[in-house]
């Protein structure tokens, strides 16, 4: 199985939520369906497969649903006051998604009286870390500021989600309708929670609009793009967390953060050491791209100049940075071909994990130690291969979590490369020997074996 490229979760950006309101055909029957989209569904509808679930992890039956008719689908409110401690949670989605959910939306709900709800770790969910505090930051409203050391690897927040928001809502609910169901969530939250929603940046300031216009706001520029992995449809979740929304943009961030579908929980992480009085920061975007293109889309999405360090050095740095990000992408190209007339080479990953070090991207420093440690097995240099197998173990780790795809395959390497699918696996492709490892692409290669 190909090694899965390392990425963090970006933010989404408002725009995107507010251009999914675009008009679609499938809205067209709009005004048919209004008259009937406010209709009380039955309990057994709603409730989300509850019941199958061993309880009903529901504050109330939501009976705040729009029906669409184009879809036959009907997109409802589902609230529970109980999760984590009475925190409490709102998830905007359909029946069948609700069902899935309802599952992890129990778990927390039976925990309750367990201050310890754990999501991978001993870290307590929703307890606020005393290592950092949240303070005004020149020219970006409120940030979070280590107060003491935090180490690389260490857990700074667990936190459950506030909102969650089905992607396939934006295109099946016309705007108003959606701007509706988005504030009757926030209000089926408790009070303390609701409070504390309201009080994030809702990105544009000024103007006379009212509580669900204000949480469309706010829901636009805090959101996080998440994957509850259901199984149902292939749409993603926008997904609210009033903690971590805290945490600014940098290009160059000290912070990641990965959502565990299994809890609706979000870890954040720190992914290098940082000293008391630092900023906390999360990456919106993908960190490899040049000084230009990351600030026009960090412009056009969050209306912001990025100033981050790295997007204000002097001029001969920025084009120097622009040239190694370029060269990252070309290399990771490169190591990502298994065919036999690939160039890959051990030289190039090593180079590849210079470019990451020297471009302080800490966040995906793992994929550069997976791709080396698979480029040495794949020449039979089993203990350089083991050396940096351990390397990414202990970043991706950190930037991702212990279950991750890429760990899981080289903790079986360093115990055993030999055994790994990767052993001599590009002498094996260039020299002919056997089919070697079965890749998209191989099929060129194969025909010419035949030959």
Request: glycine share 6%; charged share 25%.
């Amino acid at each position: 199985m190909k090694s899965q490229l390392l990425f963090p979760f970006y933010i989404v950006t408002s725009q995107a939520l507010l251009a999914a309101h675009e008009p679609l055909p499938i809205c067209t029957t709009r005004h048919a369906a209004v008259a009937s989209d406010k209709q009380q569904l039955s309990s057994e509808k709603v409730l989300g497969g509850a019941e199958d679930a061993g309880s009903n992890p529901w504050s109330q039956t939501p009976t705040n649903c729009y029906h669409n008719l184009t879809l036959n689908s009907d997109f409802c409110v589902y609230t529970s006051s109980r999760v984590a401690n009475g925190k409490g949670t709102a998830i905007i989605t359909d029946n069948l998604r609700a069902a899935h959910l309802a599952r992890a939306v129990a778990l927390l709900a039976d925990a309750t009286d367990d201050p310890l709800v754990h999501a991978g770790s001993h870290k307590p969910i929703n307890v606020q870390n005393a290592k950092y505090k949240i303070v005004p930051i020149p020219g970006k409203d409120l940030g979070a500021v280590a107060t003491e050391r935090i180490v690389r690897g260490e857990i700074i927040l667990q936190e459950t989600v506030s909102l969650l928001i089905d992607y396939a809502a934006f295109g099946a609910v016309p705007r108003d309708e959606m701007r509706r169901l988005q504030g009757d969530a926030i209000r089926g939250l408790p009070a303390r929670h609701r409070d504390r929603f309201m009080e994030m940046s809702p990105g544009v300031h000024g103007g006379d609009v009212g509580f669900d216009e204000l949480v469309e706001r706010v829901m636009a520029t805090n959101s996080f793009d998440v994957d509850t992995d259901d199984g149902v449809r292939d749409d993603e979740f926008f997904a609210a967390f009033v903690e971590t929304a805290r945490m600014n943009h940098d290009c160059r961030p000290n912070v990641d953060y990965r959502f565990d579908p299994s809890t609706l929980t979000q870890r954040t992480t720190a992914i290098r050491d940082i000293l008391p009085g630092e900023e906390l920061t999360l990456s919106y975007i993908d960190p490899l791209q040049a000084r230009d293109a990351r600030r026009a889309r960090l412009s056009a999405n969050w209306g912001f100049d990025c100033t981050c360090p790295i997007c204000t050095l002097p001029h001969p740095h920025t084009v120097a940075s622009d040239e190694r990000i370029a060269q990252m992408v070309s290399l990771r190209a490169e190591l990502a071909d298994y065919r036999a007339s690939s160039r890959a080479t051990p030289a190039m990953a090593e180079l590849l994990v210079s470019l990451y070090e020297q471009e302080r991207v800490w966040g995906t420093l793992a994929e550069g130690y997976t791709l080396a440690a698979i480029e040495w097995n794949g020449v039979g240099d089993a203990w350089a291969a083991t050396r940096y197998a351990r390397l990414a173990i202990e970043h991706g780790i950190a930037s991702q979590w212990e279950g991750h795809g890429d760990v899981v395959q080289m903790k079986m390497l360093a115990e055993d490369p030999w055994g790994h699918w990767s052993w001599m696996l590009r002498t094996r492709k260039r020299m002919g020997w056997g089919q070697g490892r079965a890749e998209e692409g191989d099929d060129e290669d194969e025909e010419s074996d035949e030959e």
